[in-house]
């Protein structure tokens, strides 16, 4: 029974894979040693390992999140109603903000070779963010039944040119969602990509019970309809935990300017055996630089490092109001920006009536 799958110290033990307002959907974990005595057709029933909880008073009043993701300690568990409380928070042995989910072993990036086209610049980016979480990074091809084996080379090599071991899939053929299935097994893994990638296909082909809805892409725009609206862990049929996330098409580039230059796999190669004149080099017009040079990705880098210096200056301008300049992006030419005076707020600023006139008063009772 459910009920009695308590860890070795008494307590209740299971990871959350959904927050619903102030309710936390918490799988419970299998008491030790039971997922091998049990047969295939003995398999768990899911909703019995299932509670709704709530968390207790005590860690709200002390600050305590509860995240996707996260190993907990339930108490007080109603099985005929399927509740419970969270009491404790487990240590996270990791934590991503954006998607906000805990626990990550792996980033699954989907992407799709056509319908939409393969966007190299919009690859690296993702590619980048993902770098930027220190976790292991997969990258899945789909859609490679819409290419001829020539094409499908030319992508391979252009990808491995990046540093990346790409995975061609066909969700619709089920091409290779095999070997895919086998590097998420028995790990959190978040799945990333740009909508109409056939990241819900995918997840529906990984997990049966998942039956998450499935967009088309818009003709328009060659980009897929947002179909994802929360985060989510969908427990995979050999171990593990697979997180679908809200669709997005421009991650942040929020990272600090001297590491970005870190998230590039062929830079990092370069600077493994050289090393910039100058120990805060940005890798732009210095000289004696290690990495500028003739690589594919170094005009990606160039703009990502505009966008993290842009956001950077934004944060400082945050933090001190009456800095004297201002990061003015162009209308024209993307990601360039230049740096400005910024007008005195004080000086500038006309006065209130309100003020003059207590002004007045002061000056009137200092001649009295």
């Not at 968390?55 to 002390?62: A, H, Q, S």
């Not at 930027?132 to 040119?161: F, G, M, W, Y």
């Not at 091409?175 to 819900?200: D, F």
Request: overall charge negative; charged content about 25%; aromatic content about 6%.
């Amino acid at each position: 029974m459910t009920g009695k799958n308590f860890a070795a110290t008494g307590q209740l033990l299971g990871t959350v894979v959904a927050v619903q307002a102030n309710f936390y959907r918490v799988q419970l974990e299998p008491e030790h040693g039971e997922q091998e005595s049990r047969g295939a057709e003995e398999q768990l029933d899911l909703n019995a390992s299932l509670l709704l909880c709530t968390r207790r008073t005590r860690l709200k009043k002390i600050g305590q999140q509860v995240m996707v993701g996260d190993r907990v300690v339930v108490e007080e568990p109603d099985w005929a109603g399927g509740r419970g409380a969270i009491a404790e928070v487990l240590p996270r042995q990791s934590e991503l903000d954006r998607p906000a989910i805990a626990n990550v072993n792996q980033i699954l990036l989907v992407f799709a070779v056509a319908d939409p086209p393969l966007e190299p610049y919009q690859l690296s980016r993702f590619l980048i963010k993902a770098e930027s979480t220190d976790l292991d990074v997969l990258l899945c091809l789909n859609k490679s039944d819409l290419i001829s084996p020539t094409e499908q080379q030319q992508v391979s090599d252009r990808i491995l040119a990046w540093g990346y071991q790409p995975i061609f899939i066909s969700v619709k053929d089920g091409i290779n969602t095999e070997q895919a299935a086998r590097y998420l097994s028995n790990k959190i893994t978040v799945i990333a990509g740009p909508s109409g990638v056939g990241k819900s296909s995918l997840i529906n082909t990984l997990i049966d019970s998942a039956k998450l809805r499935v967009g088309e892409v818009s003709g328009k725009l060659a980009r897929g309809r947002h179909t994802t609206r929360h985060i989510e862990l969908f427990e995979l049929p050999k171990g593990g935990l697979l997180a679908d996330t809200p669709g997005f098409n421009q991650p942040d580039m929020d990272c600090l300017p001297e590491e970005l230059i870190h998230y590039f796999p062929e830079a990092r190669k370069r600077l493994a055996v050289a090393s910039c004149r100058f120990s805060d080099c940005l890798h732009r017009d210095e000289p004696e630089c290690a990495v500028r040079g003739d690589w594919e990705r170094y005009e990606h880098y160039l703009e990502f490092l505009d966008a993290a210096i842009a956001h950077q200056t934004q944060l400082h301008e945050q933090a001190d109001p009456e800095s004297t300049m201002k990061l003015k992006s162009k209308s024209k030419g993307k990601g360039q920006s230049q740096y400005e005076p910024k007008l005195e707020s004080k000086k500038y600023r006309r006065i209130s009536r309100k003020t003059q006139l207590q002004d007045l008063q002061e000056l009137y009772r200092d001649e009295e």
